[in-house]
């Protein structure tokens, strides 16, 4: 498992991530937060301390997606294996004292990374819903 980056190693890339993504006009990009707790196999880790915050990113690519049937007994993973590129994962460690702080910064670049999306066109859904109901009727 790779190590964990530091807060402004993460910030950095996380906004390459989302601007990829964005530029790409596909794909997502998972956000998950976890609160950690102490054992005594962590405790060896001075960077976690009591209430620390996991904070993770992906890109959405699987590392080991599930075989699909294609023509002739070969399978989907096998020929697209050479052409993925591998999972990008992102983590970092938030202590305590630095949660405000960083959920700040966070939030900013989580804004910035979404100013590229489409907002959904969803008139054309109750229109077609409206037109099934009245010929219901």
Do not use: W
């Not at 956000?31 to 054992?39: D, G, I, M, N, W």
């Not at 990113?57 to 399978?75: F, H, I, M, R």
Request: proline content about 4%; glycine content about 6%; aromatic content about 4%.
């Amino acid at each position: 498992m790779a190590p964990h980056l530091s807060n402004d190693e993460f910030f950095a890339s996380l906004s390459n991530l989302l601007t990829s993504t964005s530029q790409k006009t596909q794909g997502s990009v998972y956000l998950t937060q976890k609160r950690l707790t102490t054992t005594a196999s962590s405790s060896t880790d001075p960077s976690i301390t009591e209430g620390s915050i996991l904070v993770r990113a992906t890109d959405g690519k699987t590392q080991n997606p599930k075989p699909t049937k294609v023509a002739e007994g070969t399978t989907a993973s096998k020929v697209t294996k050479s052409k993925k590129a591998a999972k990008l994962k992102l983590s970092t460690i938030v202590s305590p004292a630095d949660l405000e702080a960083f959920f700040i910064r966070y939030a900013d670049i989580c804004k910035a990374g979404m100013a590229g999306l489409k907002k959904r066109d969803r008139s054309a859904k109750k229109k077609g819903k409206a037109k099934a109901k009245s010929g219901k009727a």
